[in-house]
């Protein structure tokens, strides 16, 4: 019943089809009603040059409207289009090719940080159908961590890592590896909440672990500087991401790692695990874990010039 009633959508959306089948030329899209995310268009606007609108900050599809009327770059914006606070910097650092930095503000955020501090990342898979016991549809199932561990300032860090190697329920061992953090000092996140749900969800499964939940109040994010626009490089292209921040301020980045993000990660660790599809996984086992010791280590590394920032 519920496939009938749909049918007349299918047969009005069949004669549409065929009607631009049958045109003589291309239609010519009009941004904003055809396109979800002026940004990610991969036909009609795959060469938007950089620091075009559709990389200002939430913009979102405000650009449709500029874009239709041929305003490509930030800069050539009319004065009188209303921006927000953080898009104005962002403007003015595209116009004048120069990195903004509220020192006062990020030396307050720096003076929250308590030593030692622990540079934390996950990396997850999280199955439709779940593989182990107590877990739920589509949960988040940590597989992988990387912990940096930096005692005092300017002290050189430790590094700690655990990545499975057996398809059995991963969490323990994360867990173990969890062990490693102190009672004191700060853990530090990059968008933190993602961090802290897989703890509290580690918490809920291994209730005998009480020390989980103490944690979860120490931490600290490091994208609250860069979502606040406290800091922004126009080389940042109007994003937060840890992907983005990281090459526009110390130059490194994840171009060239076998791994580079953590979509790719979870598919080829679920497809060498689970599925039994033919991987090298001694292999991809380095990639795993240089890819997320990059995140830990990328956290240091922005800290550092944080700290340089905070001075003035």
């Not at 749909?6 to 089809?17: A, G, T």
């Not at 631009?20 to 938007?48: F, H």
């Amino acid at each position: 019943e519920e496939v009938a009633e749909l049918l007349p959508e299918v047969e009005k959306n069949i004669r549409e089809m065929i009607k631009v089948i049958k045109s003589p030329a291309m239609p010519e899209p009009e941004l904003g009603t055809e396109c979800v995310d002026p940004k990610a268009c991969p036909v009609c606007l795959r060469d938007l040059p950089e620091h075009s609108v559709a990389e200002l900050y939430l913009l979102g599809r405000k650009a449709f409207h500029l874009l239709n009327q041929k305003i490509v770059l930030i800069k050539d914006m009319p004065g009188d289009f209303r921006l927000n606070d953080k898009q104005r910097i962002q403007k003015d650092c595209i116009i004048r090719n120069r990195t903004h930095k509220d020192a006062a503000a990020i030396k307050k955020f720096l003076k929250q940080l308590r030593y030692p501090l622990y540079f934390l990342d996950f990396e997850t898979i999280n199955p439709a159908i779940p593989l182990f016991d107590g877990t739920s549809p589509y949960q988040k199932i940590p597989f992988q961590v990387s912990l940096h561990i930096m005692k005092k300032p300017g002290a050189k860090a430790g590094h700690i890592e655990f990545l499975t190697d057996s398809p059995k329920d991963p969490r323990p061992g994360v867990v173990r590896a969890l062990k490693e953090i102190g009672p004191k000092g700060t853990i530090i996140a990059y968008n933190m909440s993602f961090e802290k749900k897989i703890i509290q969800d580690l918490a809920d499964a291994f209730p005998r672990e009480k020390w989980l939940n103490s944690l979860l109040d120490r931490f600290n994010d490091l994208i609250v500087p860069f979502r606040n626009f406290w800091y922004y490089s126009p080389a940042q292209h109007g994003s937060c991401s840890l992907k983005q921040v990281l090459p526009a301020l110390t130059g490194k980045s994840y171009t060239g790692l076998e791994v580079s993000d953590g979509g790719q990660a979870a598919r080829e660790f679920f497809a060498a695990m689970y599925k039994d599809e033919k991987h090298d996984k001694v292999a991809l086992r380095k990639a795993l874990l240089e890819y997320c010791m990059q995140d830990t280590q990328g956290m240091i590394d922005i800290l550092w010039v944080l700290e340089g920032a905070g001075e003035g």
